[in-house]
T-cell receptor, first 116, second 116 residues
Framework: AQKITQTQPGMFVQEKEAVTLDCTYD???????LFWYKQPSSGEMIFLIY??????QNATEGRYSLNFQKARKSANLVISASQLGDSAMYFC?????????????FGGGTRLMVKP | NAGVMQNPRHLVRRRGQEARLRCSPM?????VYWYRQLPEEGLKFMVY????????ESGMPKERFSAEFPKEGPSILRIQQVVRGDSAAYFC??????????????FGPGTRLLVL
């Protein structure tokens, strides 16, 4: 069974500093995908970044990068140069290709608060 | 902007009434997923549909909940005889068919259901 764990319920970061949001996962399937989504206070779910289990390099998208450590089963999100608009809930999610339903399994989320 | 559309954005129902939530996937997407988010929790998978087919409904409650994705028109999540515990945000996501089945799911803005 899939499992996603986000151990930080809430985090503060100073504006313009970098922050790392933790995510560990558990799956027995060798082929899987890891996703991060942002949920601002307005409630929508915004896709940020994707990492495939066979990707050789860590994914990057602008100020977002994914620190993928396959042996440790971790997929931490790094946000560089934090902005006030980064304050939101952040969810890590996983899908493995061995599951016919193709559903995403989500972690419990981390609430990030950026201080001016 | 042809993103995932959901309506209504907010829905208030009294106990015992029916709730109908609609989702139009992104243009070119043939896979639809419904998720439920209880307050202060991550999203939980409910059902996965393709046109005219329910592929996986392992996350759907056994009673009162049903979903469809007809050949024409939006996907519908239907909740009969709502109870207070059904109050939640219901998100729809859509995706294309991708290599390896690990395509990104893009989410709609969600429907906030409040049962009085």
């Amino acid at each position: 069974a899939q499992k996603i764990t986000q151990t930080q319920p809430g985090m503060f970061v100073q504006e313009k500093e970098a922050v790392t949001l933790d995510c560990t996962y558990d799956t027995s399937d060798p082929s899987y995908g890891l996703f991060w989504y942002k949920q601002p206070s307005s409630g929508e779910m915004i896709f940020l970044i994707y990492q495939g289990s066979y990707d050789q390099q860590n994914a990057t998208e602008g100020r977002y990068s994914l620190n993928f450590q396959k042996a440790r089963k971790s997929a931490n999100l790094v946000i560089s140069a934090s902005q006030l608009g980064d304050s939101a809930m952040y969810f890590c999610a996983m899908r493995d290709s061995g599951y016919a339903g193709n559903m995403l399994t989500f972690g419990g989320g981390t609430r990030l608060m950026v201080k001016p | 902007n042809a993103g995932v559309m959901q309506n209504p954005r907010h829905l208030v129902r009294r106990r015992g009434q029916e709730a109908r939530l609609r989702c139009s996937p992104m243009k070119g997407h043939s896979h639809v997923y419904w998720y439920r988010q209880l307050p202060e929790e991550g999203l939980k998978f409910m059902v996965y549909l393709q046109k005219e087919n329910i592929i996986d409904e392992s996350g759907m409650p056994k009673e009162r909940f049903s979903a469809e994705f007809p050949k024409e028109g939006p996907s519908i999540l239907r909740i009969q005889q709502v109870v207070r515990g059904d109050s939640a945000a219901y998100f729809c996501a859509s995706s294309t068919v991708g290599i390896g089945g690990l395509e990104t799911q893009y989410f709609g803005p969600g429907t906030r259901l409040l049962v009085l």
